[in-house]
């Protein structure tokens, strides 16, 4: 089995920074893709960032050049600097990850999230 916790959300005025972190751990193998997705109150969930074994970056246009998305791979961890951030940030970000475990790859995540709040 594959876990993944979420953490480094908070309260932060607008144009103001976070950074998220997410650990993985238990049966991996290796990790290829690795996502930020975010779902805001009464919204439908939206990917925020992607980041490759590559690592090739992706972006949401609504994140491109305020978010950046890193990986340390050595500690199976995804991070999300968040940059000038707006009111329309505001919501639960989650981390998945697509893990092979050594006898095929599947995706794992959807925990509880970190909730990012942006006051304007």
């Known amino acids: 089995q594959v876990q993944l916790a979420e953490s480094g959300g908070g309260l932060v005025q607008g144009g103001g920074s976070l950074r998220l972190s997410c650990t993985a751990s238990?049966?991996?193998?290796?990790?290829?893709?690795m996502t930020w997705p975010r779902q805001a109150p009464g919204k439908q969930r939206e990917l925020v960032a992607a980041i490759s074994s590559g690592p090739t970056t992706n972006y949401a246009h609504f994140v491109q050049g305020r978010f950046t998305i890193s990986r340390d791979n050595a500690k199976n961890m995804v991070y999300l600097q968040m940059n000038s951030l707006k009111p329309e940030d505001t919501a639960v970000y989650y981390c998945?990850?697509?893990?092979?475990?050594?006898?095929?790859?599947?995706?794992?995540?959807w925990g509880q999230g970190t909730q990012v709040t942006v006051s304007s």
């Open positions: 238990g049966n991996i193998f290796t990790i290829h893709e």
């Open positions: 998945n990850a697509l893990v092979d475990m050594g006898y095929g790859s599947t995706w794992h995540g």
